[in-house]
Structure formats: C-alpha cells, structure tokens
C-alpha cells in the first residue's frame, strides 16, 4: 500500500493554504458536539409524580403548616423544583463560518504536514490486518481516511480501530480532521474535497 503513496500532490492554496482561524474551529467543534447530546435528561416536577391528589389534611385547624399534596416538593418522596427537562442543544453555524473551518483546519493539517494522498485504496478482503499493516508502513498511529465513495470493505475494516475512521467526502468535518492525527485521502477524494469547497 506505501507504494501508492503520491509524492508532492498538488494541493489548492485557496483551500489548503489559508489562514489558520482559532476562533472558528473552536465554534465547530462545540457545535458538533452539541448535536450529538441526546438532551434526554429529565426530572418530575410535582404534576408529573404519582399520587398527592388528595388534600393530606383541612386547611385550618390542625396546627399543622397549611399543604395541598403530599407531592410538594419540599416533601420526601415529592416533585424536582427545576430539574432538567428534554432539550435539543443542537445548533447550526452560519454557512459561511462552516466552510471557513472547515479549510482552517484542513490548512492547518497541510502544514503540520499530516496529510497523506494515495492514488488509491484497494483492499484485497475485507480485514482490520491489511488497513494496519497499511498504517505500519506510513508509520500512522491516529488517522482519518476520506473516501470519495462508499466501500464496505474501508468502512468494515477500520471499525475496529480504536484511533482510526472511515468517512466519505461528504461527511468531511472539524471535529474528525482535528481528533485525529493524520489525514490520509484518495486522489479522488482530493479532488472531490476541492470541488465542494471551491469558491
């Protein structure tokens, strides 16, 4: 597989050589991060807790402090005062400030110079050895592989690579290129990255 290996791809500068923009990798990796939160953390409040329908005693005349329900949340066994209730915490960055991030952080691994360009990724089975062995002879220990299509065999054979994954161009993100270490792609991959992201 090292023998595929491209020497001295052409990378687009408007793409892979611009600026790096903190600020903005910061905001897409929050954001991906807030839209994988499953928001389901939830309490009862007083409405929701079983039972306390019947006033426990009158009103006057007891001695006893004034009570409605045997739910109220200052009781055991009573409602959460404001306790979380389901959420979504998903949000979505301006267009614009996606796309920015997104070649900030591919410039930024363009010169740490961690991208790593095959002329191709043909695997003989499907079989975690043979994407090791590959990664042994690029001498990679965390790498994301972008394909320019789906494959099985890719998909099926990183799965168990605890610091590897496999994605498609179109699931290109921030979070992904700055976790992992490398960035290994295919010449189609490449050009299908330069494609989208073209001004």
């Keep these: 597989m090292a ?3 491209v020497n001295n791809p052409e990378f687009k500068e408007e793409i892979f050589g ?9 905001q897409a990796v929050v954001a991906h991060q807030a839209n994988k939160r499953a928001g ?3 309490t009862k409040s007083k409405g929701f807790v079983r039972g306390g329908g019947k006033k426990p005693w009158r ?10 329900s045997i739910r109220s949340p200052i ?12 959420r ?3 949000y979505r960055m301006p267009k614009k400030a996606r796309r920015e991030a997104l ?23 499907t079989k975690t050895k043979l994407v090791r062995q590959m990664l042994d002879e690029l001498q990679v220990k965390s790498a994301l592989i972008v394909l320019p299509e789906n494959d099985d065999k890719v998909m099926l054979s990183v799965r168990n690579l605890p610091k590897v994954k496999a994605l ?14 490398h960035l290994i792609m295919t010449e189609p991959a490449l050009k299908l990255i330069e494609e989208r992201l073209a001004a």
Excluded at 18 to 26: A, C, D, E, F
Excluded at 111 to 125: N, P, Q, S
Aim: proline share 5%; net charge positive.
């Design 75 to 86: 009781w055991v066994g009573g409602g959460t005062i404001f306790g979380p209730t389901p």
């Design 40 to 42: 389901s953390a939830a």
């Design 3 to 5: 023998s595929q290996v």
């Design 59 to 68: 009103q006057k005349g007891t001695g006893r402090a004034r009570a409605g």
């Design 18 to 26: 611009v600026p790096s923009r903190p600020h903005l990798l910061h």
């Design 103 to 125: 070649l900030s952080a591919l410039s930024l691994k363009r010169k740490e110079g961690k991208i790593i360009v095959l002329a191709g990724f043909d695997l003989a089975e």
């Design 88 to 90: 979504d915490y998903s």
């Design 168 to 181: 498609r161009v179109e699931g290109l993100n921030v979070y992904d290129l700055l976790r992992y270490e």
